[in-house]
T-cell receptor, first 114, second 113 residues
Framework: AQSVTQLGSHVSVSEGALVLLRCNYS??????LFWYVQYPNQGLQLLLK??????LVKGINGFEAEFKKSETSFHLTKPSAHMSDAAEYFC????????????FGEGTQLTVNP | KAGVTQTPRYLIKTRGQQVTLSCSPI?????VSWYQQTPGQGLQFLFE???????NKGNFPGRFSGRQFSNSRSEMNVSTLELGDSALYLC????????????FGSGTRLTVV
């Protein structure tokens, strides 16, 4: 079985500050990991994904995430927050053995203060 | 290119009725999945279809069903609606499956009264 834990349901940062959203996963096999963002009244948009290879993954809108197997983590970062980054962020895992099922974390609501 | 299109965007139904939601995936995408999103349970997997076959199913009662057509368009049906079925239903498509990253539609907001 696979699971995802996102630490902190709400994160608040100032505009221009570092964004750090935490995600830890549990998977019995090498995982595929994803970060999605959801704006109000919209679906989910893929920010970035880790499948194999380089452990530092760059995504859209200046976001990146680092896969750390030893810590079973896949934290999302952005050096400088922008007001438009305010949204809900979801970490998800797929282990490739359960068909095509994504298991999502509970989400982190990011607030960016001016 | 066109994204994933879900219709309708909003729906209000009465308890006991049934409802059908539609999803048109991105052209060339053969995998279509459905997720239910609620404030209490978060995002939960319903089922996935690939080339008209259900490849995976989540832990939902039999009232929830789906199908996929030869053009990859998909529908999901919920019978005997309950108040707890009120949710945002999201459809996602991919060329091969979740491992490649899904593109999600904007969802159908179902309210059961």
């Amino acid at each position: 079985a696979q699971s995802v834990t996102q630490l902190g349901s709400h994160v608040s940062v100032s505009e221009g500050a570092l964004v750090l959203l935490r995600c830890n996963y549990s998977s019995s096999v090498p995982p595929y990991l994803f970060w999605y963002v959801q704006y109000p009244n919209q679906g989910l948009q893929l920010l970035l994904k880790y499948t194999t290879g380089a452990t530092l993954v760059k995504g859209i809108n200046g976001f990146e995430a680092e896969f750390k197997k030893s810590e079973t983590s896949f934290h999302l970062t952005k050096p400088s927050a922008h007001m438009s980054d305010a949204a809900e962020y979801f970490c998800a895992v797929s282990d490739g053995t359960s068909g095509s099922r994504l298991t999502f974390g509970e989400g982190t609501q990011l607030t960016v203060n001016p | 290119k066109a994204g994933v299109t879900q219709t309708p965007r909003y729906l209000i139904k009465t308890r006991g009725q049934q409802v059908t939601l539609s999803c048109s995936p991105i052209s060339g995408h053969r995998s279509v999945s459905w997720y239910q999103q609620t404030p209490g349970q978060g995002l939960q997997f319903l089922f996935e279809y690939f080339s008209e076959t259900q490849r995976n199913k989540g832990n939902f009662p039999g009232r929830f069903s789906g199908r996929q057509f030869s053009n990859s368009r998909s529908e999901m049906n919920v019978s005997t609606l309950e108040l707890g079925d009120s949710a945002l239903y999201l459809c996602a498509s991919s060329r091969q499956g979740a491992d490649y990253g899904y593109t999600f539609g904007s969802g159908t907001r179902l309210t059961v009264v």
